[in-house]
Nanobody, 121 residues
């Protein structure tokens, strides 16, 4: 599975960004797609995930009500709509795929290159 993420950038606090992640290759092996982020000096953390074929979604408590994960199967693309961004959302954001139903970073075996999101105060 190959994953290509894009959509990061610099935005002021309170602004919005939408990240996209296009999947290709052996997409039939995907069960869940997730977004994770890693800030400098911190561990990679779960942000949101969705089932590749069904309607299940999950969001970290820190982003609930502000971020929304969605999927377009026709385009084999997963999106992360980020609203009401805060400076603490600044991180490199990664999309990843998992053959499992999981939000655990260790269960994700294919990763895209990260995209930087910077939120200024």
């Amino acid at each position: 599975v190959q994953l290509q993420a894009c959509g990061g950038g610099l935005v002021q606090a309170g602004g919005s960004l939408r990240l996209s992640c296009a999947a290709s290759g052996r997409t039939y092996s995907i069960n869940y797609m997730g977004w994770f982020r890693q800030a400098p000096g911190k561990e990679r953390e779960f942000v949101a995930a969705c089932s590749w074929r069904g309607s299940n979604t999950a969001h970290a408590d820190s982003v609930k009500g502000r971020f929304t994960i969605s999927r377009d199967n026709a385009k084999s693309t997963v999106y992360l709509q980020m609203n009401s961004l805060k400076p603490e959302d600044t991180a490199v954001y990664f999309c990843a795929s998992s053959p499992h139903v999981s939000t655990d970073v260790l269960d994700y075996n294919y990763w895209g290159k990260g995209t930087q999101v910077t939120v200024s105060s």
